[in-house]
């Protein structure tokens, strides 16, 4: 009985133990799987009573779908094979269940083995980490929805988080890029290392605990780099210190462009608009100014014959005449600038036009600077003034030369060019289409960006005065303008200019080739003609100059006027010079009017500038006979002549 007696102390002793642990204690017979002895732990977790355990097996205290596990367990326990059997569902005496890591080993006691189960409820731990992961679940979730890209990254530069649209940005997927460098693999360089990593460090330092504002390039896998606006927090652990850092960035490239080019637009819109209005300023004095003109040239050149040659007067006169002859050549440019020149197109090749004038070219250039010509075989044609084409290239290449000290070289290039709406969206004053380019190119001195930005202007010059007009550039602008073409410039200080100027093609296959020969001014043969002109000084002075021609002059200073004479006249009209713009009804009108009364009237035309129906765009049909204003006495004797007889 003293055995007995020991066995029950032992038990007494082993029994306080066990109850005073916080785990569930169940002891099993390891063959039958009987419970021994449960503590009031494992009491407690199974609500069962200590005698209720007894009469109780393994099988008993877990669901019937895991026993398979649980019984494999419990055998591999027994041969010391297995000493934690994590996560078992354990089935209490209610049907409830709950989750337990099982430690176990085998133990001699009371002369035969019995099989330890230490049962830790795991589930309050359980729910923490579902809760725990639905968060990140949720989290993740919503860093894979928003249109931001983040990034995490440890205290070395390491990316440990990116989100689905930084990994979409770059073109990795998540695996490749996390434990990447971010400054080394992300970022062009040297920029990363250079300029975003020290950033980096002093956000990891505590010298900058946010930065709200941040842009830099990021390098994506194709090579491409697009522009994102970043704002960057550190992150801390538990003790504050900073581990690394959150940032999201926003992918501003497309943005940026558009901004760009909406600024870009803005800009030559306005200067376009001031363009036109100093344009339409310019014309309109220039027209006015022109019919002056017309009266000082027309009235010297008929004194001219009658001063004595050697006289003083003579020498009064002439040189009169030479600057009156100068300021109609400033008012000529001035007009092209306005659009107002008219202009008689014709379907010509570039190339041949700039060839018949390269020897004029080279003069004007001197011998210290080189001429290339570099034409373009098949080139496209043109339609267009070869008037204006020498126009254009002469004041490229007065400008060029000026802008050359010394030695140089000037290139005149062409080309066939095919724009797309694409190429011309940064261009409002560029049409998509097919287009012959003149380069002109210099080695010269180039010009700095407040200079560039005005070249066009009427008047603007850099030249000294007596030098520069600063109406060469706002001729060539409105010529091409005139033409429906545009113009590129490019230039820097130090390096030289190009012009590339683009004329639309013409899609005409043949030239039509026409020749004006110049002779002598042609005397008449008594013809007559009816002059209508509403500026009575004009219209004077070529009333002098026809008659000294020998015609016969009416004239007329009305669109009705003129009609009431051709209906009252006894004879034959032959020829009928007109304005084209006139109060009552203009020049075509007149004629048309006319020749139901006058039949086989020839007509010529003549104005400054032309902008109505005859001249729409200030282009005359080819057809018709015109004469710019202000003209010279041999001019108008060739034109009248030349209109009589064709
Ligand atoms: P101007 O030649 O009478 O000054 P332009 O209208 O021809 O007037 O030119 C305007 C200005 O543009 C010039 O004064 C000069 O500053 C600049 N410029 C024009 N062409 C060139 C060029 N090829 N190289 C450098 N500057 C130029
Ligand atoms: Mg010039």
């Known amino acids: 009985m003293e055995y007995t007696q020991e066995i029950t102390e032992s038990e007494d002793s082993l029994r306080v133990i066990f109850d005073n642990a916080r785990d569930g204690i169940l002891l099993a017979d390891t063959t039958t799987q009987q419970f021994l002895f449960g503590n009031k732990a494992i009491l407690d977790m199974l609500g069962y009573s200590s005698n209720e355990i007894l009469d109780l097996s393994v099988a008993d205290i877990h669901p019937r779908q895991s026993l398979p596990k649980v ?26 269940i709950f989750h337990a890591d099982i430690t176990s080993f085998p133990l001699k006691l009371w002369g035969r083995t019995v099989l330890v189960g230490v ?20 989290n993740q979730k919503y860093l894979d929805t928003v249109q931001t890209i983040m990034v995490a990254l440890d205290a070395q530069g390491r990316i440990t988080m990116i989100n689905r649209k930084g990994c979409e940005l770059l073109g990795y997927n998540e695996q490749e890029l996390l434990g990447r460098n971010w400054f080394e693999t992300c970022l062009p360089q040297p920029m990363g290392m250079e300029k975003v990593y020290p950033v980096f460090r002093r956000i990891m330092s505590g010298d900058l605990k946010s930065v709200e504002y941040f842009e830099n390039a990021v390098l994506c896998r194709d090579g491409q780099s697009r522009l994102i606006a970043w704002r960057n927090a550190n992150l801390t652990d538990e003790d504050g210190r900073i581990i690394g850092t ?38 309109g004095v220039a027209h006015d100014f022109n019919n002056m003109l017309q009266a000082i040239l027309g009235n010297i050149e008929l004194a001219l014959p ?54 004029m070219l080279q003069r004007m250039i001197g011998e210290d600077i080189d001429l290339a010509w570099m034409p373009k075989s098949g080139l496209w044609l043109v339609k267009m003034d070869p008037a204006q084409i020498d126009q254009i290239l002469a004041n490229l290449f007065v400008n060029a030369r000026d ?50 930005e005005h070249i066009f202007e009427p008047f603007f010059t850099t030249k000294e005065v007596g030098r520069g007009t600063g109406l060469g550039l706002a001729t060539v602008y409105g010529i091409v303008k005139q033409n429906n073409g545009f113009i590129n410039v490019y230039s820097e200080p130090g390096r030289g200019t190009t012009f590339k100027i683009y004329l639309p093609r013409h899609a005409q296959a043949f030239a039509e080739i026409t020749t004006i020969s110049a002779p002598q ?24 100059m026809l008659e000294k021609l020998g015609y016969m002059v009416l004239t007329a200073a009305k669109p009705s006027d003129a009609l009431k004479l051709a ?14 713009i006139m109060p009552q009804m203009n020049g075509r009108l007149l004629v048309e009017q006319i020749r ?11 104005s400054g500038y032309t902008a109505d129906a005859v001249a729409r765009h200030g282009v005359l049909e080819e057809s018709v006979s015109f004469i710019q204003k202000p003209f010279s006495y041999a001019e108008l004797g060739q034109k009248v002549r030349l209109t009589l007889e064709g």
């Open 71 to 96: 019984i494999a367990a419990f055998e591999k326990m027994v041969r010391g094979e297995l000493t934690l059997a994590p996560d078992l569902p354990v089935l209490r005496k209610d049907g409830g």
């Open 119 to 138: 049962f830790r409820d795991i589930s309050e731990r359980k729910k923490t980490e579902a809760a725990l992961k639905q968060e990140r679940d949720r």
């Open 246 to 283: 959150l940032s999201s960035g926003e992918d501003i490239t497309a943005r940026k462009q558009t901004e760009a080019e909406h600024e870009k637009l803005q800009s030559q819109l306005l200067q376009a608009q001031k363009m036109e209005f100093v344009g339409r300023l310019a014309g």
């Open 306 to 359: 009658e001063a004595p040659a050697g006289s003083a007067i003579r020498k009064n006169l002439e040189s009169a005449h030479k600057a009156a002859r100068r300021s109609a050549d400033l008012t000529g440019q001035l007009l092209a600038f306005a659009r107002k020149q008219a202009v008689m197109p014709r379907v010509l090749n570039l190339n041949d036009a700039i060839t018949a004038m390269l020897k």
């Open 403 to 452: 802008a050359i000290a010394g030695v140089g070289k000037i290139t005149i290039e062409t080309g066939n060019r095919t724009f797309d709406k694409d190429s011309t969206r940064l261009q409002p004053e560029a049409m998509p289409g097919e287009y012959v380019l003149l380069a002109v190119s210099d080695n010269g001195c180039g010009m700095e960006k407040d200079v560039l």
């Open 521 to 544: 001014p042609p005397h008449g043969k008594g013809e007559i003609i009816l002059i209508v002109e509403d500026e009575a000084s004009i219209l004077e002075t070529a009333k002098a």
């Open 567 to 580: 209906e009252t006249y006894a004879g034959k009209i032959d020829l009928l010079l007109t304005d084209v």
């Open 596 to 606: 139901a009364v006058q039949s086989g009237l020839k007509c010529l035309f003549m």
